[in-house]
């Protein structure tokens, strides 16, 4: 497969065509939200890619004029660190004439910065570390400045859905959990509960399953822990 091809997979032909301009290495896996990025907000966005759980994809607005893009990773949180790091792709979606996209890597993260004659869509992908056989979690921060706008991009969601399936890693419970739009869960236990918002931006959220009543964080791909990281409900669709 060509190395055009293989973009196009991920970002589309537009895209891509700023990610080749830029010499950037290839993608390595597509993310089942590529269709649904995260709209980036203004400051500092943190997040946890996951090995195991794919790429992850946000969505802002730049332009008229310059900005950039700085992205962060810290440390594995989980398993063995083989050496690998996470990677940050930008790219505008649809083309726009008159753009620009240059990146540079420095230890412990990388920038893109560029150019928009008008406000044009731009879309970033972060990856996981390639070649890693053992779980790696590793928690990562995105800022983009300059002249930019926050609050969603055309055709972007409020965010990363919680929506979806789920093992279930709380202590004496086993089985999968399915959450639904409606707020309501359940499992193939036999056993309900409920999930709602408690804070969007630190993506807090209260649940209740089988009586008990918790507080956790989301992780996007990965899925629900608590205080103190551990895994209580793993996404696994």
Known sequence: ???????????????????????????????????????????????????????????????????????????????FNTGGRPNFFAGFKPKVDGTTLTHADFPGGSTWSGTATKASRLELAVTPAPGSLVRQTTSYTIEVTGAVAFGGAAGASA????????????????????????????????????????????????????????SLTYQPGRGFIDNNGYLTFKQTK
């Open 1 to 79: 497969m060509s190395l055009l091809r293989s973009f196009s997979k991920y970002f589309g032909m537009a895209l891509c065509a700023g990610l080749l301009c830029a010499g950037s290495p290839a993608l390595l896996g597509q993310s089942l939200k590529l269709d649904d990025p995260a709209p980036l907000r203004a400051g500092l966005n943190s997040a946890t890619i996951d090995s195991f759980g794919g790429n992850q994809y946000w969505v802002l607005t730049v332009g008229p004029g310059k900005f950039t893009a700085t992205f962060h990773f810290g440390g594995t949180q989980e398993g």
């Open 159 to 214: 965010g990363p859905s919680p929506v979806g399936i789920y093992q279930i890693g709380i202590g004496g419970h086993v089985g999968i959990a399915k959450f639904t739009a409606d707020g309501q869960i359940t499992a193939t236990t036999n056993e309900t509960g409920t999930w709602k918002v408690f804070d969007e931006d630190s993506k807090s959220y209260v649940i209740v399953f089988a009586g008990t009543r918790y």
